[in-house]
């Protein structure tokens, strides 16, 4: 009997630090996620800048889209490995195709729920400035990211180029700093709030079988927002 509750109190200890690992490992990405966004951010807001007066097209959107998620998967893929020897961490691998797979749905879920608002209070409100929406292109750039962050365990050095290795060393610097880093930190710990919320809902949604049913009604909806698309490019 106290050899069982010896092994039972092992198992939940082990248990614990996987847990808490795990957390750490998804803190930290919402830490990189959150320094990511606000330096690419400064990126779109020259861009913009530079295009004022014009009203972006949708392709110009989602280029951009395609671009900041390729860095984002690749600078991701360079906090799972050891740079100086160049080995990857199965463990943070898996961990982060899993976070950025929940995140990049979650940004989805958040522009339908954007465009759903806009098409029932924002019946006034000129296109160009609802912003561009495509279901097949989120789909698309998302697929693209996913296969890249993949890609990267295959063939390592692709992930290494001089653009991403500045993101990795901007963001571990301002990570550093008292203030910035702190506030950043602190956006961290609300990510894993939300991936846990997000996790525990899917789980929900998936035993209760209406996980299905939003797949299909989505699939349905794509038709509607091509048409959408065609008038915007004709705008």
């Given amino acids: 009997m106290n050899e069982l509750l010896a092994v039972l109190g092992n198992c939940l200890k082990n248990l614990q630090i996987c847990i808490m690992e795990l957390l750490n490992f998804i803190f930290r990405l919402g830490v990189v996620f959150a320094i990511f966004g606000f330096l690419f951010g400064l990126f779109e807001i020259g861009l913009m800048i530079l295009q004022t007066g014009r009203v972006r097209s949708i392709w110009e959107s989602y280029t951009v889209k395609l671009v900041k998620y390729l860095f984002l998967v690749s600078v991701t893929f360079m906090f799972c490995m050891n740079l100086d020897e160049g080995k990857i961490s199965p463990y943070h691998f898996t961990i982060a195709s899993c976070t950025l797979l929940i995140y990049f749905v979650g940004k989805l879920q958040s522009k339908q729920e ?122």
């Fill in 114 to 235: 954007q465009q759903a608002l806009f098409a029932q209070f924002g019946k006034n409100i000129p296109l160009g400035k609802m912003g561009n929406f495509s279901l097949k292109a989120e789909i698309a750039v998302i697929s693209i990211s996913i296969a890249l962050f993949v890609l990267f365990l295959m063939f390592p050095f692709l992930a290494s180029n001089k653009f991403s290795l500045w993101f990795h060393d901007s963001i571990l610097n301002i990570e550093d700093t008292p203030v910035f880093g702190f506030i950043f930190k602190i956006i961290g710990f609300f990510f894993v709030v939300n991936m846990i919320m997000k996790v525990l809902n899917g789980i929900t949604l998936i035993m209760s079988g209406r996980a299905f049913v939003k797949v299909r009604s989505g699939i349905h909806s794509s038709k509607d927002d091509d048409k959408f698309d065609d008038f915007e490019e004709m705008n």
